[in-house]
């Protein structure tokens, strides 16, 4: 039991490093990114009624003619909006994020502990633990363009990054995650 454990934490703690390296050292993840004018900063204050997500043309209207008009004309956009401010990167914020790659790495750990005696070694581990995470890529990053619109460039960015973090809790999940032997 320690040992089921104990290899979800290091997975976690690895794919935490991961997230640093990734998204705070490497140069392209944000390449994608555009920056928005000043103006756009009071224009939002003045718009936006408080914190929430928007979407223009707002599935709302009443009138479904309308909205089809609008979404033809534009522009279009999903705005995830924060009125008052926030801290960027608060430590409660990395506690939460390391208790989410920590509890996505023990749901990993009991797959890969039921499918054991599937796999031939520890590469086969790390190959399930890949296609788990191209999976949550291709399904959980990748839809948002298809089905809202979005631009394409920073969730093929997300996707790598997913796929890449779920190779690295493998490699430290297959370690541990042997079969026994019988």
């Not at 979407?55 to 522009?75: F, M, N, V």
């Amino acid at each position: 039991m320690k040992k089921f454990l104990l290899a979800p934490l290091l997975a976690a703690l690895a794919m935490f490093f991961w997230g640093f390296v990734f998204w705070a050292l490497l140069p392209f993840p944000y390449s994608t990114v555009k920056t928005a004018p000043d103006a756009a900063i009071a224009a939002l204050q003045a718009t936006f009624p408080e914190s929430g997500t928007y979407l223009i043309p707002s599935p709302h209207t009443p009138d479904e003619a309308l909205i089809a008009e609008q979404a033809k004309r534009g522009p279009s956009a999903t705005i995830h909006l924060v009125k008052e401010g926030m801290d960027p990167m608060p430590p409660s914020m990395l506690l939460t994020g390391y208790l989410h790659e920590l509890v996505s790495c023990l749901l990993l750990a009991f797959l890969m502990h039921k499918a054991a005696p599937s796999f031939k070694g520890y590469w086969g581990r790390v190959q399930f633990s890949v296609g788990v995470g191209l999976l949550i890529a291709i399904f959980g990053n990748l839809s948002d363009p298809i089905w809202w619109h979005h631009p394409w460039g920073l969730h093929l960015v997300t996707a790598l990054y997913t796929t890449v973090a779920w190779l690295v809790a493998g490699l430290v999940l297959a370690k541990f995650h042997t079969p026994k032997a019988g």
